[in-house]
């Protein structure tokens, strides 16, 4: 059956993208940054998973503020990149695998989760920025993807418990399929960070790094915050963060913590990679 290895953190802005395009990754604003991956790259390059399922949010390449389902799930078997007003040059198709999302898509249904399923589905530096982040930039792409869009946009957006409960429906619908694949799902988005209003660039380290041990050691702590107090801790973008929490309940009760590095600002933002294994 399939299997889940473990789970990654990653921020997922704009200018990500940016830096690794125009080969500045390694310019003194961004090295601490782009170093705190070289661990998580070779985790990746070690264990070798199939597939990742990429948990992040659309910026409106596919959903407008009229329409945003709570979940979307990717089932198609290639994706294409757009700008979505970054001025993002778009990167290599990825590959799909729809016979796997429609089996994640009709196990999530039948235990309550309505997920909006996706034949054709466009993806954005959410999903982008992360897997250049940690894989680099390719023609042929060395993992299979499926895109599973969270609403963090428009509110109401879901809950940080309901968010864990979707990670912990998504291990059941992975471990109950019948291929052997190794799977690992990437938790994108956050951390702190605020872009509009009074609070704009506002940044808590404290929360930020309590968030990264509580996620990884303790992650019923987080459910227990509502999203208004998420957001007076972490910013109104960082909501985000609630999409760490999708990733850390497909994993085991109990992780390895493989790596687990912080770097703030960039880009007006804390940033966090953490790498989870799941025990053999």
């Known amino acids: 059956m399939a299997r889940i290895i473990g789970g990654v953190t990653s921020s997922h802005i704009p200018a990500v993208g940016n830096a690794i395009a125009n080969n500045q990754t390694q310019e003194p604003y961004w090295k601490r940054f782009f170093d705190g991956y070289k661990p998580a790259q070779a985790w990746l390059r070690e264990k070798k998973p199939d597939v990742a399922i990429v948990v992040y949010n659309d910026h409106g390449l596919n959903f407008f503020l009229d ?19 970054w001025a993002l040059n778009p990167v290599a198709p990825f590959k799909g695998d729809a016979q796997f999302s429609w089996h994640l898509a009709e196990s999530l249904v039948n235990q309550e ?4 399923t996706c034949q054709d589905m466009k993806v954005d530096h959410g999903f982008v920025n992360p897997i250049r982040a940690l894989y680099g930039t390719h023609e042929v792409w060395p993992v299979t993807t499926i895109p599973l869009a969270v609403n963090t946009v428009q509110h109401p957006v879901p809950t940080a418990l309901r968010c864990y409960k979707l990670g912990q429906a998504l291990r059941r619908a992975i471990e109950s399929y019948p291929e052997d694949l190794g799977v690992v799902v990437f938790g994108t988005g956050g951390l702190s960070h605020q872009l509009q209003g009074e609070r704009a660039g506002l940044i808590d380290v404290e929360f930020d790094l309590d968030c990264m041990d509580k996620i990884a050691n303790d992650p019923q702590w987080m459910t227990r915050f ?3 107090e998420i957001m007076r801790r972490a910013g109104t973008e960082g909501i985000e963060t609630i999409m760490w929490l999708v990733m850390r309940g497909a994993l085991q009760s109990n992780v390895k913590v493989i790596h687990k590095h912080y770097h703030a600002p960039i880009s007006n933002t804390g940033a966090g990679v953490l790498v989870l294994e799941n025990y053999s």
């Open 67 to 85: 329409k945003i389902p709570t979940f979307a799930l990717g089932c198609a078997d290639v994706y294409h990149n757009a700008d979505e007003g």
């Open 113 to 116: 989760f309505d997920v909006c």
């Open 226 to 228: 509502s999203n208004a």
